[in-house]
Structure formats: structure tokens, C-alpha cells
């Protein structure tokens, strides 16, 4: 199964699970992908930007078409 990645949104990053508990934490984009990110065969990793939570250390994965 294909995994989806969604679309980097117009202005800053939230954090998802943050946002579930009340709170409205803003993601520090980073220099590389995290180790742990796999790519899928289909998406060049270029097009690619991960950010990090600094409250919960959560990680998210944007598509920047």
C-alpha cells in the first residue's frame, strides 16, 4: 500500500498530535529527512521536507510541489 504524504501547508507547521491535547506547538523545519523516514519508490526525496515537534518530538513529512 502507497503511503500518502500530504501537501506542506501556506504558513508555519503545527503540530498534529500537539493539536489533539489543546495545544498549538510550531514545527522546526529540519536541514535533512529523519533516519527513520522511509521514501516511497515514487517520490523523489528532494521534494521532500520533514519538520519536528519541539514539545513532543513528533515528526511530519511534507510534499513542497
Known amino acids: 500500500m502507497a503511503k500518502t504524504i500530504s501537501r506542506h501547508p501556506h504558513g508555519p507547521v503545527?503540530?498534529?498530535?500537539?493539536?489533539?491535547?489543546?495545544k498549538h506547538i510550531e514545527m522546526l523545519a529540519q536541514d535533512?529527512?529523519?533516519a527513520s523516514f522511509q521514501v516511497p519508490e515514487d517520490i523523489q526525496p528532494e521534494g521532500l521536507r520533514?519538520?519536528?515537534?519541539?514539545?513532543?518530538?513528533?515528526?511530519?513529512?511534507?510534499?513542497?510541489?
Open 32 to 34: 535533512a529527512l529523519d
Open 50 to 65: 520533514s519538520y519536528r515537534c519541539p514539545a513532543c518530538e513528533n515528526i511530519q513529512v511534507f510534499r513542497v510541489d
Open 14 to 22: 503545527h503540530c498534529e498530535s500537539c493539536a489533539r491535547t489543546g
